[in-house]
């Protein structure tokens, strides 16, 4: 009897320790299961910006300040020009909506290319040629009709015109290249970037072989399938529970709290997306929690050895 009491302290002690481990292993595999599927995987996160209202989003930043530098340029000089200028840079940014969304979209496929290891640099380059064809189309005719110039010959006019225009896309550079704009500090954040992400890869794959170990550890310290999987449906069951607690939580008060500062476009989209962001890690804790609640209902199921095999 005293030598049976130390050594059931000691299985009880690795029991736990083992549990632990294996709620811990189960957490961070979760976490990193979800992320697999959201971050890291390329169509999700195109999928999700696709949605994002990104004509609105610039109206409300760069296009309000654009519209407000250009009103005061021209109109200067001309002083009707000044109220269709908004709508100008409006209608030229809605008119551009695909063309964004195609830019973003080989943006994330450039940075997955790069941060996944397929190629050794981050390439990506925009012509702003659409840019400044988009902008000659709508801005042309409201200059031209102008009243301000509605004395002056059409030849000239155009002339006006095609100088005001070119004013403003001079502004503008040919292309956009992401190799000379980022400076060395912000290119070797994304190195070190890329690197965790090399690592995180490595760890994904390790955490199963991790739990399963561990699994397999708790099943010889016991050797008793009725204890077993009572430890083992307790941990998932757990594991589930809180997980799925903690998702619907930030979720509700993500959803009830509004974001001041923030334009209306990122305020529209940004619950839905967390809302796609945490979907697989719901999964997963509901699948946990299924199958810790059937390991502990066989463990009720089963019966236990008889006292005399115990003693």
Known sequence: MRGGMP??????????????????????????????QTILNRSFVGAELNQ?????????????????????????????????????????????????KKQINDLVNASYDYFLGTS???????????????????????????????????????????????????????TIDLNQILS?????????????????????????????LLILGIIFINRNLKLSTRNLGTTLLTIGIFEYAGIFLTNYFMGTQSLPGLPTALQKWLPQFLKALSAPLVTFSIVAGIIGLVLLIISFLVKGKPKSTQQ
């Open 7 to 36: 050594m059931r302290f000691l299985k009880g002690l690795a029991i736990s320790i083992l549990g632990l481990l294996l709620f811990f292993s189960l957490s961070i595999f979760g976490m990193a299961f979800a992320m697999k």
């Open 52 to 100: 994002l209202d990104v004509s609105g989003l610039l109206k409300e930043t760069i296009g309000e300040q654009i519209s407000r530098q250009l009103s005061q340029s021209v109109g200067q000089q001309y002083p009707q020009l000044r109220q269709t200028i908004a709508p100008v840079i409006n209608n030229t940014i809605t008119d551009l909506d695909p063309w964004l």
């Open 120 to 174: 050794p640099t981050l390439n990506f380059k925009i012509s702003l040629d659409t840019v400044k064809d988009t902008l000659n189309k709508n801005m042309r005719p409201i200059i031209v009709q102008a009243p301000e110039l509605a004395q002056v010959p059409p030849a000239q006019r155009e002339q006006f015109a095609d100088g005001m225009i070119e004013g403003l896309t001079k502004q503008l550079p040919a």
């Open 184 to 212: 060395r500090d912000v290119r070797n954040t994304l190195a070190d970037v890329k690197q965790g992400i090399s690592y995180f890869q490595m760890a994904y794959w390790g955490l199963p072989i991790l739990m399963l």
